[in-house]
């Protein structure tokens, strides 16, 4: 009888931590979506306050193709500054970066803009059949796009996709660390 009621009492401690790791998982799910659907988000408004800033500072303010250059360091800076503040403040606002975390953060956007993006927009400039193709289609419809318009997009654009998955994986593990009340537990 003692045997029967152990065997029952751990077969509910069993379910109980069965049932508890399912409803953890199911949060950090729901948690994790969060994150991404705020990352995209505030990753896309981002981008749109970088081109257009880039842009008012190449023709309201620098006004010289020369120095086009200037006006993409200038306005690439401000939005990745911008870009911890906000990622920091709602995209993983649970979580705690440390005193390093604005560091890690500009060293992997710094790895990012200056060798992992001019290497894959070079590798992705490659698919000419692609791009064959869809100028062909565009030719056919009249519409006003070059060959090389159609590459250099199409490239920025794969590039964009791969970086900004390989971004949110590396913010979402390394950068911004695990959840403060994690920490506090500990």
Not at 151 to 179: E, H, M, R, V
Request: proline content about 2%.
């Amino acid at each position: 009888m003692e045997t029967e009621t152990s065997n029952n009492t751990q077969k509910t401690r069993k379910s109980a931590k069965i049932q508890s790791t399912k409803t953890t998982n199911s949060v950090a799910s729901v948690k994790s979506s969060h994150h991404v659907n705020r990352y995209l988000i505030i990753g896309i408004s981002l981008a749109v306050f970088n081109y257009g800033f880039y842009t008012c500072l190449a023709n309201l303010i620098i006004k010289n193709n020369d120095f086009l250059w200037l006006s993409n360091l200038i306005s690439t800076a401000t939005t990745t500054i911008l870009a911890y503040i906000l990622h920091s403040k709602i995209t993983w606002k649970e979580r705690n970066p440390g005193k390093l975390g604005i560091y890690k953060f500009l060293i992997w956007n710094a790895i990012m803009a200056f060798l992992l993006s001019p290497f894959l927009t070079q590798l992705f400039s490659f698919i000419t059949p692609l791009y064959q193709f869809t100028y062909d289609i565009s030719s056919a419809i009249h519409l006003p796009f070059t060959y090389e318009f159609i590459q250099s997009t199409g490239a920025f654009i794969f590039t964009a996709i791969i970086t900004t998955i390989l971004n949110y994986f590396c913010y979402d593990k390394f950068i911004f660390g695990k959840s403060r009340v994690q920490n506090s537990k500990s």
